[in-house]
């Protein structure tokens, strides 16, 4: 099985920056992706760490360090359209499957005010 | 960018009905497509593995007879909840990827929300 865990909800203002944390156990780890989603959406991707380090695109920047099983997203110069939910996910490798799978943590709703 | 299509959007029915939801992947082949059901401010669980010409391979504790997946074609893969009961409903939302955006990028339908009375 997997775990993940990350806060449940973060508040910040517009202009601010924010870093929500993953920890995660799991068999089988491929790397870590964040996925944002606005109340009753599709989840969309906004990043993917298969090693340590980070990534940058954009306002977002994702960090990954695969010996502490430790991961953050690190929003900046935060603007209202960001209010929504982040989840990390693991994606899993294993039973001979190239693809990998997807598991995810239960999210974190970030708030923006003005 | 790559188009995952689901059908209905919504969807409400009778307890004991069986209720299908399509996925669709509109611009691109998908060989696999994940089924996810998610409660309200809750995560995404991953259901199940669909396989183009294959069995689906189901994650622990989801009952195959109960969510019957078909993935008939390339690009199209169906979800039928048999025998629904309130504590089916749920926001049952498809993912595939797509070569283009890559391995590691999950590309959603926007979901379907079934509400079993």
């Known amino acids: 099985g997997q775990s993940l865990e990350q806060p449940s909800e973060v508040t910040a203002v517009e202009g601010a920056i924010v870093q929500i944390n993953c920890t995660y156990q799991t068999s089988g780890f491929y790397g870590l992706s964040w996925y944002q989603q606005h109340d009753g959406g599709a989840p969309t991707f906004l990043s993917y760490n298969g090693l340590d380090g980070l990534e940058e695109t954009g306002r977002f920047s994702s960090f990954l360090s695969r010996s502490d099983s430790y991961g953050y997203l690190l929003l900046q110069e935060l603007q209202m359209k960001d209010s929504a939910s982040y989840f990390c996910a693991v994606r899993r490798g294993d039973r001979g499957s190239t693809l990998g799978r997807l598991y995810f943590g239960r999210g974190t709703q970030l708030t923006v005010w003005p | 960018g790559a188009v995952v299509s689901q059908h209905p959007s919504w969807v409400i029915c009778k307890s004991g009905t069986s209720v299908k939801i399509e996925c669709r992947s509109l611009?691109?082949?998908?060989?696999?497509m994940f089924w996810y059901r998610q409660f309200p401010k809750q995560s995404l669980m991953l259901m199940a593995t669909?396989?183009?010409?294959?069995?689906?391979?189901?994650e622990q504790g989801v009952e195959k007879d109960k969510f019957l997946i078909n993935h008939a074609s390339l690009t199209l893969s169906t979800l039928t909840v048999t025998s629904a009961h309130p504590e089916d409903s749920s926001f049952y939302i498809c993912s595939a990827r797509d070569r283009e955006s890559g391995a590691n990028v999950l590309t959603f339908g926007a979901g379907s929300r079934l509400t079993v009375l």
């Open positions: 611009d691109f082949q998908a060989t696999t």
């Open positions: 669909s396989n183009e010409g294959s069995k689906a391979t189901y």
